[in-house]
Structure formats: structure tokens, C-alpha cells
């Protein structure tokens, strides 16, 4: 038998992150490694994966992918999870030059920094969450162009880079902000800001959340927009929907959505399928980033014929890759160059409705 491809993790089996995205890594990684397994491997060799618990700590992340490259000498390294995590292990993977794929760390901030290792798989970070409802709204008729967009952004790593993106997007697709105000930490004038915002007319509203906040974000953005009146205005969220989200207040709210098992890809059908069989339930969108990244390590791999990691470098900037998050092409700083989903919630019912290849659905304009 060939020596096994060994690929090495850390993941927070303790810690903050243990009881979602510990488990959540943790599922995803071992699925893929027993399904190619099961198909005979990589370049004909085993996957053995080496996973340590890093305690949901960024330093002794950092310790030990240390270890993993230099004690364990294993081949290959999947990410960790959370932005901070990888930022702490990103110094190390550029000092090596080693080819480090991940699904979590999607801050944009990790990819300003000269970084040529370093590469996010799945639909974007947190500076393209605007994209998709500024991208689909050109594709409206001439009368529904949106002309005027308000912006609110609370002041948080995620709100703070939606506030750029939005900004950066806005002016590609030609839509002019005419009220933009940041929400400071708590307690924060929710119903102020979305007063002032109605008062400039917009026909589009955009608002960049953080969900980690403690005076419920989504829902004290949702009731002060509805408080202030609006009529006729695209109402957007840059928070992944989710079964806790208030649908009675938010009917046809549109939200960027990273993933979500409803997606008609064939590849999206057969990962659900799949980890439905092993695991009794849907997965979600940190599942399928997880997914991603295995994928385009394996095709990759098996592409480039060896473990050489300039190659593999290499091939990731010139290839292009077919995941659960559609067909995926990296920018030179590693980011993907993909749009991510565009939902809107109708009658309580979850709609994907751009782009138009992973639509379950057509948007309801009033």
C-alpha cells in the first residue's frame, strides 16, 4: 500500500468555537478524507488526517501548525477556523511557502497584505457581501434601477468592511449613496439612524450588521426600518439568513447568502445528499465552505500529478474549480472571484434568487 497523503489541521475541539465550528470542520474534513478514501485516495495514496485541538486560541493555533509542518511533517494543511485563527498561521504558511486552503478566515483583510499563499474557498469575504444585491439589481429593468441607496454599517470588523464594499460596489454599478451613518457600540440609535436614512428618499437600503453584538443587531436594524416607514425600498442584509431570523417582520428583505442546502448545483444536491446519510441532517454554510476547500485541494492535487506547493500555487491562480460554492477562480491576493448567493425571504419561505444558475426562486419586488 502507498504511503498515506497526510494532511494536517487544527481545529476548536475546546474553547469559544468548540460547540459550532469545531464540529462543524470537524465533519466536513472526515467526510471528504472517507469519501476519496473510498475512490482510492489522492495520486493513488491514502488521506490520514492529523488533527490537534487548538483550544480556539490563535497563539497556540500558531504553535501548532508549527508542529504539524516540522514534527509531523505532514504534506499538506487545510485552514483552521475564524479570521483570527488564520491570521495567527499566516505568517508561518508564507515563511514556508506552503499552500494553506480555507473556509472561514474571511476577513479581507487577511489578503491585504502582500500574502501569496494564502486562499479563501467559498463565496467571498466580508468586503464582497454587498456584490450580489448591487450586482442583481442592474439586471432589473430600466424603471427598477435602483438611484438611490442609503447605507448603515455598525462599527465591527464585518459591519466596517460591508461599509467599504458597499461604497466600492455601489460606484461600479453606478448607484449613489445618499446617507451613509456608522452605528457606534451599544447602545446604539437604531431607530435615529433608519429615521434619518428615510428622510433622503433612498430606493435601495443597505445595512452591514455584526452578529456577535450584544443588543441583537439584525433585529433592532429590522424593527427600526420598519418603524421608519419606508415604501418601495429594496431592504437588504449582510447577515447570512438563518431559522432564528424574525421572517414575519422581514418579508421580502433580501440578505447575502453564503450557502444554503436548497441550492440547485448538482454538487451542492450530492453534498447534502451525502452528509445527510452520515450525519441524519442538512449541513450548513460553514459545512460546505469546509467541503470546498477539500475540493479544490483534491482537484488541485490531482491536476498539478505531486505535492509541490509552487505548482499547486501556481495551478490555484490559474485554474478554475467546481465546489458546493459554484465554479471558483482566485484573484491574485487569493480571494475567489465569484458572486456570492443573493435570498430574499417571501412568505417565510427562503428564496435564492441570484445568481440565476443557484436560483430556487424569482424576487418579489412591491
Same mark, same amino acid.
Given at each position: 500500500?502507498?504511503?498515506?497523503?497526510?494532511?494536517?489541521?487544527?481545529?476548536?475541539?475546546?474553547?469559544?468555537?468548540?460547540?459550532?465550528?469545531?464540529?462543524?470542520?470537524?465533519?466536513?474534513?472526515?467526510?471528504?478524507?472517507?469519501?476519496?478514501?473510498?475512490?482510492?485516495?489522492?495520486?493513488?495514496?491514502?488521506?490520514?488526517?492529523?488533527? #490537534?485541538?487548538?483550544?480556539?486560541?490563535?497563539?497556540?493555533?500558531?504553535?501548532?501548525?508549527?508542529?504539524?509542518?516540522?514534527?509531523?511533517?505532514?504534506?499538506?494543511?487545510?485552514?483552521?477556523?475564524?479570521?483570527?485563527?488564520?491570521?495567527?498561521?499566516?505568517?508561518?504558511?508564507?515563511?514556508?511557502?506552503?499552500?494553506?486552503?480555507?473556509?472561514?478566515?474571511?476577513?479581507?483583510?487577511?489578503?491585504?497584505?502582500?500574502?501569496?499563499?494564502?486562499?479563501?474557498?467559498?463565496?467571498?469575504?466580508?468586503?464582497?457581501?454587498?456584490?450580489?444585491?448591487?450586482?442583481?439589481?442592474?439586471?432589473?429593468?430600466?424603471?427598477?434601477?435602483?438611484?438611490?441607496?442609503?447605507?448603515?454599517?455598525?462599527?465591527?470588523?464585518?459591519?466596517?468592511?460591508?461599509?467599504?464594499?458597499?461604497?466600492?460596489?455601489?460606484?461600479? #454599478?453606478?448607484?449613489?449613496?445618499?446617507?451613509?451613518? +456608522?452605528?457606534?457600540?451599544?447602545?446604539?440609535?437604531?431607530?435615529?439612524? $433608519?429615521?434619518?436614512?428615510?428622510?433622503?428618499?433612498?430606493?435601495?437600503?443597505?445595512?452591514?450588521?455584526?452578529?456577535?453584538?450584544?443588543?441583537?443587531?439584525?433585529?433592532?436594524?429590522?424593527?427600526?426600518?420598519?418603524?421608519?416607514?419606508?415604501?418601495?425600498?429594496?431592504?437588504?442584509? %449582510?447577515?447570512?439568513?438563518?431559522? &432564528?431570523?424574525?421572517?414575519?417582520?422581514?418579508?421580502?428583505? $433580501?440578505?447575502?447568502?453564503?450557502?444554503?442546502?436548497? %441550492?440547485?448545483?448538482?454538487?451542492?444536491?450530492?453534498?447534502?445528499?451525502? $452528509?445527510?446519510?452520515?450525519?441524519?441532517?442538512?449541513?450548513?454554510? &460553514?459545512?460546505?465552505?469546509?467541503?470546498?476547500?477539500?475540493?479544490?485541494?483534491?482537484?488541485?492535487?490531482?491536476?498539478?500529478?505531486?505535492?509541490?506547493?509552487?505548482?499547486?500555487?501556481? &495551478?490555484?491562480?490559474?485554474?478554475?474549480?467546481?465546489?458546493?460554492?459554484?465554479?471558483?477562480? $482566485?484573484?491574485?491576493?487569493?480571494?475567489?472571484?465569484?458572486?456570492?448567493?443573493?435570498?430574499?425571504?417571501?412568505?417565510?419561505?427562503?428564496?435564492?434568487?441570484?445568481?440565476?444558475?443557484?436560483? +430556487?426562486?424569482?424576487?418579489?419586488?412591491?
Amino acid at each position: 500500500m502507498a504511503d498515506a497523503l497526510r494532511i494536517g489541521v487544527t481545529l476548536p475541539k475546546t474553547g469559544r468555537y468548540a460547540k459550532n465550528a469545531g464540529i462543524v470542520y470537524d465533519n466536513t474534513y472526515q467526510l471528504w478524507a472517507n469519501q476519496v478514501n473510498a475512490r482510492g485516495g489522492i495520486l493513488n495514496r491514502p488521506i490520514e488526517l492529523v488533527i #490537534y485541538d487548538d483550544g480556539s486560541e490563535p497563539e497556540r493555533a500558531a504553535a501548532l501548525y508549527e508542529r504539524l509542518l516540522f514534527e509531523d511533517r505532514v504534506d499538506l494543511i487545510l485552514g483552521p477556523c475564524h479570521s483570527d485563527m488564520t491570521e495567527a498561521i499566516a505568517p508561518l504558511v508564507e515563511r514556508e511557502r506552503r499552500v494553506l486552503l480555507q473556509g472561514s478566515g474571511s476577513s479581507h483583510l487577511i489578503f491585504e497584505q502582500g500574502r501569496e499563499y494564502v486562499f479563501l474557498c467559498w463565496s467571498g469575504c466580508d468586503f464582497d457581501y454587498p456584490r450580489s444585491i448591487l450586482e442583481w439589481s442592474q439586471t432589473l429593468p430600466g424603471g427598477q434601477h435602483p438611484r438611490r441607496a442609503a447605507l448603515i454599517s455598525l462599527n465591527g470588523r464585518i459591519g466596517s468592511a460591508v461599509n467599504l464594499g458597499a461604497k466600492h460596489y455601489a460606484a461600479k #454599478y453606478g448607484v449613489p449613496i445618499v446617507f451613509e451613518e +456608522t452605528l457606534g457600540a451599544p447602545p446604539a440609535d437604531y431607530a435615529g439612524a $433608519f429615521a434619518r436614512a428615510r428622510a433622503a428618499n433612498p430606493d435601495l437600503m443597505l445595512v452591514g450588521l455584526d452578529h456577535a453584538r450584544p443588543d441583537d443587531p439584525l433585529g433592532s436594524c429590522v424593527g427600526a426600518y420598519q418603524a421608519a416607514g419606508f415604501e418601495g425600498t429594496i431592504f437588504w442584509l %449582510s447577515d447570512n439568513p438563518s431559522s &432564528h431570523d424574525p421572517v414575519e417582520l422581514i418579508d421580502r428583505a $433580501f440578505m447575502r447568502t453564503t450557502w444554503v442546502p436548497q %441550492s440547485p448545483l448538482p454538487t451542492s444536491q450530492a453534498f447534502v445528499r451525502d $452528509f445527510n446519510a452520515v450525519y441524519g441532517r442538512n449541513p450548513e454554510y &460553514h459545512h460546505a465552505g469546509g467541503y470546498a476547500v477539500c475540493q479544490v485541494l483534491e482537484q488541485a492535487v490531482n491536476a498539478v500529478g505531486e505535492i509541490d506547493h509552487e505548482a499547486l500555487r501556481q &495551478h490555484l491562480l490559474g485554474g478554475e474549480f467546481n465546489t458546493v460554492m459554484g465554479r471558483i477562480r $482566485f484573484k491574485p491576493d487569493g480571494l475567489p472571484d465569484v458572486t456570492m448567493q443573493l435570498s430574499q425571504w417571501v412568505g417565510g419561505e427562503l428564496r435564492v434568487v441570484y445568481p440565476t444558475t443557484e436560483a +430556487t426562486g424569482s424576487p418579489v419586488l412591491d
